[in-house]
C-alpha cells in the first residue's frame, strides 16, 4: 500500500486518526516529562505529608528552604532535577529581624515554629522574603497520600507505561520473528523443534510467567520490559511461521531459488517485508497487552518500584480510598490506562481493516 493512500484511509477512520493524535500527544508528554510537570523533582517526588490527599484544585502558600548550590537548575530531560529545595506548607507567617516565624499547614492556630535566618537562601532580608522565600502552588489534579503533586506524578508515570509498551514488544519481535522465520522457511525438524517450544510457552499463562521471570530478575522496571517481551513473543512467531509457510511456496519465491538467490537474501528482500502488514497489526495490540500486564504487576508490587511513578502503583496505592471519598486518586491512573490501551487497540483494529490483513 502506497503511503499516500494509507494516511488518506487512516484520516477517514476518526477513530484511528484520533487514537494516532492522542498517542502521539501522550509520546510527547512522556518524552518532555520534567519540563511539563509541575514538580520537576526526580520521579516528581517532592513529598509534603501535612497536605497528603487534597482535592483538585488545591493551592497553598510554600515556605522555601534552599541551600546555596540548589538555586534553580533547568531539568534535564530523563532524570529531572536533584530534590535539594525543602517547601514547607504554610498556613500563615510573621517576619522576623532573625529569621521567620511560620504556622505549619493543618497545626492548631496558635502553634508556630522559627525559622532562623541561617537556613533562608539566599540572604535573609524583611524587604524581599516573600519574593524570594514564599510561592503559591496549585496542584491541579490534588496530592496523592503522601502529598505528591498527582499530576506531575501521572505525567512522570507515563514514561513506564509507554516505555513498556515499545520496548517489550521490540524484545518479542526480534525474537518472534527470527524464531518464526526460521520455523516457516526452513521446515522438518527445525520446524517440529521451534513449534513445540511455541506450544510449550503458549500452554504457560502469560501473567504467570512474567510473575516467575520478573521475581528470578529481581524487581525494578528494567526486569519487567525483559519479561514481558519474553512472554509476548509466541505469537509473533505463531503468525510469522505461517505467513512463511504460505509465501515461500509462491511463485516468485520459486524464481529467487531457480535465479541462484541465497535463502538469507530471499528471507530479508522477498519474504520478510510482506509480513510487515501483519506484524504491525500484532504490535499494536500487543502494546496494549504489554501496558495491561505491568499495571498489573506494579499493582501486585513487582512491577516498577517506588518511588519511581508507575499507573498500576499509583492505583496500587490508592484503591483503598474509593471508599474513602477520595475516588479520584485511583480514577484518574485507572483511566489514563484505559484510555492508553483503548487507543492501542482501537488502532490496532482500524490498521488490520486498512491493511486488509487476514485473522
Keep these: 500500500m502506497r503511503g499516500g493512500n494509507f494516511y488518506k484511509k487512516i484520516q477517514k477512520d476518526l477513530w484511528a486518526f484520533f487514537s494516532v493524535i492522542y498517542i502521539t500527544l501522550l509520546i510527547l508528554v512522556a518524552v518532555f516529562a520534567y519540563q511539563i510537570a509541575p514538580d520537576n523533582t526526580t520521579n516528581a517526588n517532592q513529598m509534603h505529608l501535612s497536605i497528603h490527599s487534597k482535592s483538585p484544585g488545591f493551592r497553598t502558600d510554600m515556605l522555601l528552604l534552599r541551600t546555596i548550590d540548589s538555586l534553580p537548575s533547568k531539568p534535564t530531560i530523563f532524570k529531572g532535577n536533584l530534590n535539594k529545595t525543602t517547601e514547607i506548607p504554610i498556613q500563615a507567617y510573621q517576619v522576623k529581624s532573625d529569621g521567620v516565624a511560620i504556622q505549619p499547614y493543618g497545626s492548631p492556630n496558635d502553634y508556630f515554629e522559627f525559622i532562623d535566618a541561617a537556613r533562608l537562601q539566599p540572604p535573609f532580608s524583611a524587604d524581599n522574603f516573600k519574593e524570594h522565600h514564599i510561592t503559591n502552588k496549585l496542584f491541579l489534579m490534588g496530592t496523592d497520600k503522601y502529598g505528591r503533586d498527582l499530576l506531575s506524578r501521572l505525567i512522570v508515570g507515563s514514561r513506564i507505561s509507554l516505555s ?20 516457516g522457511f526452513f521446515g522438518g525438524y ?14 504457560i499463562p502469560t501473567l504467570l510467567m512474567v510473575i516467575a521471570i520478573t521475581l528470578a530478575l529481581g524487581r525494578g522496571y528494567w526486569q519487567v520490559f525483559i519479561a514481558v517481551g519474553l512472554t509476548m513473543w509466541v505469537e509473533v512467531a505463531r503468525v510469522v511461521r505461517g505467513q512463511f509457510l504460505t509465501l515461500k511456496e509462491q511463485t516468485f519465491i520459486q524464481a529467487a531459488h531457480t535465479l541462484g538467490y541465497g535463502k538469507i537474501r530471499i528471507i530479508w528482500h522477498h519474504i520478510l517485508p510482506l ?12 502494546i496494549a497487552s504489554a501496558i495491561l500486564i505491568e499495571s498489573g504487576l506494579s499493582f501486585l508490587g513487582i ?6 511513578p508507575s499507573w498500576g502503583g499509583m492505583v496500587k496505592d490508592h484503591f483503598r480510598y474509593l471508599l474513602l471519598g477520595k475516588p479520584y486518586l485511583t480514577i484518574l491512573p485507572g483511566l489514563a490506562i484505559m484510555s492508553l490501551v483503548l487507543a492501542f487497540m482501537t488502532l490496532g483494529n482500524s490498521l488490520r481493516d486498512i491493511l486488509d490483513v487476514k485473522n
Design 164 to 183: 513498556i509498551g515499545f520496548i517489550a514488544v521490540f524484545i518479542s519481535l526480534i525474537i518472534g520473528v527470527i524464531l518464526g522465520a526460521t520455523a
Design 303 to 308: 512491577g516498577a518500584q517506588p518511588p519511581v
Design 190 to 203: 527445525i520446524d517440529k523443534i521451534i513449534v513445540w517450544l511455541i506450544n510449550v510457552f503458549w500452554s
Design 275 to 286: 509480513v510487515v502488514p501483519p506484524l504491525i497489526v500484532i504490535s499494536a495490540a500487543n
